[in-house]
């Protein structure tokens, strides 16, 4: 194993975390004299030791003495080595990996593992000694355990979010409405045949270890409260099972705490999956409020976790990180339980500041010395404070459009969109509304054999119906999936239309080359928004993920592209966003240049010199309408 090129300081790790693990232990069963804090926090050691993700996340010597070095020299309590294993299943049994410098590596499913019956028959179950980096994970756990004589964690991904990395995301959640039973022979091979063996064998070295399955995409609004009955908490529960009936065994981060109806009876449902304490985090923490947190977990009697938002500890500003973090722990210890509380430090990532670490671990000290300047002053919880202060900007998944209507608001859109329509119109909009493929496309044929045309067609049904959809979605009214099985239900009926259009060269209303850009593999809102574009009658070429500059250069010339969009879900990989705008500009090329994706902000579009900026895939479309109108008009003035 390499020597890991670090910080030269050397520690006692069998006895610098002791008093740490003792508070984390006590915390989370009968009490502890201090409220211990936790964190994620593999790629923040990563770049705190000057590596890249080759050199960190596939080696480990270098992965275990970074994070424990890391650990020591910052002062955390324990080094727990949270990091996120969203890929080793997938990647053991065949997945393709994509590599990135200041990330940890991940899984590439543009070409998923598992589509058909056939591919899934085709796979062999891995060896948990041979296959992948599963090694990895079980030297990891060793060298953890000979370094620091305590029992180590064992991560590994949630079952959900483990299907989706083999069936990639979108293509799972239309299985599971056109052939459930698939995805449940899916779901069987995954948990049965790759996690209980995996899991299994390292429970074989350590039989007392803690295990954690990290879950981003078995949380609401990516999955329905129907979703997460019928498949998530059954296999959880199926594989702790497996794994002899551990109830250590447990998915702590799933989120959308802000999006459930109704908060409790989601919380019923996390204590399924973990339950032996509460944990909420950030940015639904924020939104839910501390207070209504720790009541529930004082009427229960169990232990809780708070978790503090990644993008407020990377951005800060100190103040924020600070008020935030004596809240937190203020309202955690408060009540008849309050010694079972731990603070959890969302995912301190490779571009946090180590100033911004050292004033997260600073601010949780003088909180426990009782330097307490915001005692008795609660932040969150609050409609104007949580979307002003929840994180990112103030929104979330393009979710979050100011209610202007009140009441039962899908009547009203209904109303509102099929007011003064033909009939068969209206029909053709309840089609899509009511997620009916078949009877889209029939109504669609019907339309045009009553001699409508197809622009009509598509504007007055198909098109107000996926605005409504877009509409429902920017008000937390709909989640992820409907919004899917909907543009499903819109693309039945726009095939039937395709062959005319094209035949009688009524051009798209645009044609817009799409990316996710460079050392980026996140794709659902970037896909959310190709939906919406299409169902407003745009051509969309997609371009898929992690997208090289040079090649939406040629995809544009190609294909004549009117508006090229870029998408981006990380800090790390917005700067590609500038570095392919540059591009365009070296290369001569003019094309209008629009960004968007959950960290992005109309500042940053404005300082990289890109056309425009939205924020949800509503206003994409309505960017992209403007975006074409005005070319026209240009265009019709230098005629
Ligand atoms: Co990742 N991930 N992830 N992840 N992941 C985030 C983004 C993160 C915030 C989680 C966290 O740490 N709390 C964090 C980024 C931190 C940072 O950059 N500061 C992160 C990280 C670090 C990572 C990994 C490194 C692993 C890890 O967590 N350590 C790894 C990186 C892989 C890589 O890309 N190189 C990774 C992997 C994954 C999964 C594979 C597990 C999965 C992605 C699956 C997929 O996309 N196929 C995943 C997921 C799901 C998330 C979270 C949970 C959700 C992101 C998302 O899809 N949102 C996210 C944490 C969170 O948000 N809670 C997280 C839903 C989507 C609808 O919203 O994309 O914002 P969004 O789209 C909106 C708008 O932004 C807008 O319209 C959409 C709809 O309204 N929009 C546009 C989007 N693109 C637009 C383009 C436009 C206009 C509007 O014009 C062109």
Redesign the pocket.
């Known amino acids: 194993m390499a020597e890991a090129p670090m910080t030269e300081a050397k520690y006692d790790y069998k006895t610098c975390f002791d008093r740490g693990y003792e508070l984390v232990k006590g915390a989370m069963t009968t009490g502890s004299e201090e409220a211990p804090f936790v964190a ?1 926090m ?2 923040f050691a990563m770049a705190y030791q000057g590596l890249n993700g080759h050199e960190f996340f596939a080696n480990p010597e270098v992965f275990v003495e970074g994070n424990l070095r890391t650990s020591a020299e910052l002062g955390f309590d324990v080094a727990d080595m949270l ?2 294993v ?2 080793i299943e997938c990647e053991a049994t065949g997945g393709k990996m ?1 590599w ?1 410098d200041e ?5 590439n ?1 543009t070409v998923p593992l598992i589509s058909t019956e056939k591919d899934l028959a085709s796979l062999t179950p891995p060896d948990p000694y041979k296959s992948g980096r599963m090694p990895f994970v079980r030297d990891v756990l060793h060298l953890f355990h000979e370094k620091t004589g305590k029992q180590p964690t064992i991560r590994y991904c949630g079952p959900l ?1 483990c299907v ?2 083999y069936m ?2 979108e293509q799972m959640i239309l299985k599971m409405d056109e052939d459930p039973e698939f995805v449940h022979k899916v779901f069987k091979f995954v948990v049965e045949e790759v996690q209980a063996p995996f899991l299994n064998s390292l429970f074989k070295d350590f039989p007392d270890a803690g295990t954690n399955g ?1 879950d ?2 078995g ?1 609401l609004p ?1 999955v329905t409260e129907d979703i997460l009955d019928e498949y998530s908490i059954p296999n959880i529960l199926k594989l702790r099972k497996l794994c002899g009936d551990r109830d250590a065994l447990q998915v702590d981060n799933w ?1 959308g705490d802000s999006f459930a109806e109704d908060t409790e009876r989601f919380w019923e449902k996390k204590l399924q999956v973990t339950p032996r304490y509460l944990k909420v985090q950030d ?1 639904d923490l924020f939104r839910v409020g501390t207070v209504k947190s720790r009541e529930y977990a004082t009427k229960r009697a169990i232990p809780l976790q708070f978790g503090v938002d ?2 407020v500890l ?1 951005e800060g500003p100190e103040e924020e990180i600070v008020k935030r973090i004596h809240e937190y722990m203020e309202v955690g210890t408060s009540g008849p339980h309050g010694d079972k509380f731990a603070l959890y430090l ?2 301190l ?1 490779a ?1 946090t500041p180590v100033e911004h670490a050292k004033i997260a671990l600073d601010a949780i000290k003088r909180w426990r010395k009782g330097d307490r300047p915001y005692e008795g002053q609660v932040f969150s919880g609050t409609e104007a404070e949580s979307s002003a202060r929840a994180g990112d900007k103030g929104r ?4 979050g459009v100011v209610g202007d209507l009140e009441g039962n608001i899908r009547e009203q859109l209904h109303a509102s969109a099929k007011a003064g329509k033909k009939q068969i119109f209206q029909d053709i909009y309840d089609s899509v509304m009511d997620f009916d493929d078949e009877e889209c496309e029939r109504l669609v044929h019907q339309a045009l054999d009553e001699g409508l045309v197809c622009g009509d067609i598509l504007d007055e049904g198909l098109i107000a119906a996926m605005d409504t959809i ?1 509409d429902l ?2 008000r937390g009214e709909l989640f ?1 999936p409907e919004m899917l099985i909907a543009a499903r239900a819109m693309k039945a009926g726009l095939e039937v239309l395709r062959p005319i259009l094209t035949a009688s060269k009524e051009p798209p209303k645009g044609t817009v080359v ?1 990316a ?1 850009v460079q ?8 896909n ?2 190709c939906m919406m574009l299409e169902g407003a009658g745009f051509e969309i070429v997609d371009l898929g ?2 997208t090289d500059p040079m090649e939406i250069i040629r995809t544009a010339d190609e294909v004549n592209a009117d508006i090229i ?9 917005m700067p590609f966003m500038m570095k392919t705008i540059e591009a365009f500009k070296r290369e001569g090329k003019d094309y209008p240049i ?7 902000t109309r500042d940053y579009a404005n300082t990289i010199g890109a056309t425009g ?8 479309v309505i ?1 992209c309408k403007d975006l074409v109108a005005e070319a026209k008009i240009l265009t019709a003035k230098a005629g």
Request: charged letters at 10%.
């Open positions: 994620q593999s790629e990091w996120d969203y890929d994509s990135f990330l940890s590596p991940a899984i499913n979010t989706a990395q990639q995301f990290s981003a995409i949380s990516f989120w940015p990644n993008h990377q969302c995912n990532s571009q979330w998944m393009g979710i877009g979605f920017g992820v799409m996710t050392g980026d593999l996140h794709d659902i809102g970037k959310l928004v993920v992690n969009g870029l998408s981006a879900l990380l800090t790390t990989s629009i960004v968007g994706g959950a960290p992005v900026y939205a924020d949800n895939a509503v206003d994409a960017l």
